[in-house]
T-cell receptor
């Protein structure tokens, strides 16, 4: 199982760029890296997913170095509404028939954005 | 697109009672997952279905827990003889397994309080 390690919490101010790094030293060859966001009393929401190098969508970027032992979620110009818990997950692609029990959320990183 | 729907949103019960939760996944999704989340922790995988078949169960799923997905549509999670330790948020997620990445879409959850 590829376990992940993230900072427990981070503070930021509105308008700043926030980078949250996740360590996954035991990532397997067929594992993808996925980030979710969760607000209080809501279910997690998919943000971004990648395998290597860089992935960017309308809300975030994901940077993955060549050795894939870590990844960094980058949130540009955060606002108060980005205050949430962010989870890094490492697990097999459904299409490869990997065990779905291998998706481990961990405790996540609690991001607090201040005005 | 109505997203993943869970009912009820909140359930208060007395120790020893049975409770049942319902999850309606996104209509075209063939995979359905149940997770449990306690305060300050990330979601913990319980079980998942592909269509009507229950393909994996976590060791967290004791014999007091049972899940069904008749006809591969909605799913129910039943907890018999509830205990105070069962108090948690129960999350349902669904995904479309067609050789694409395992992106799960979560419902808002059912918060269970066992008195």
């Amino acid at each position: 199982l590829a376990k992940t390690t993230q900072p427990i919490s981070m503070d930021s101010y509105e308008g700043q760029e926030v980078n949250i790094t996740c360590s996954h030293n035991n990532i397997a060859t067929n594992d993808y890296i996925t980030w979710y966001q969760q607000f209080p009393s809501q279910g997690p929401r998919f943000i971004i997913q990648g395998y290597k190098t860089k992935v960017t969508n309308e809300v975030a970027s994901l940077f993955i170095p060549a050795d894939r032992k870590s990844s960094t979620l980058s949130l540009p110009r955060v606002s108060l509404s980005d205050t949430a818990v962010y989870y890094c997950l490492v697990g097999p692609d459904e299409g490869d028939g990997g065990s779905q029990g291998n998706l481990i959320f961990g405790k996540g990183t609690k991001l607090s954005v201040k005005p | 697109d109505t997203g993943v729907s869970q009912d009820p949103r909140h359930k208060i019960t007395k120790r020893g009672q049975n409770v049942t939760f319902r999850c309606d996944p996104i209509s075209e999704h063939n995979r359905l997952y149940w997770y449990r989340q306690t305060l300050g922790q990330g979601p913990e995988f319980l079980t998942y279905f592909q269509n009507e078949a229950q393909l994996e169960k976590s060791r967290l799923l004791s014999d007091r827990f049972s899940a069904e997905r008749p006809k591969g549509s909605f799913s129910t999670l039943e907890i018999q003889r509830t205990e105070q330790g069962d108090s948690a948020m129960y999350l349902c997620a669904s995904s479309l397994a067609l050789g694409v990445k395992n992106i799960q879409y979560f419902g808002a959850g059912t918060r269970l309080s066992v008195l």
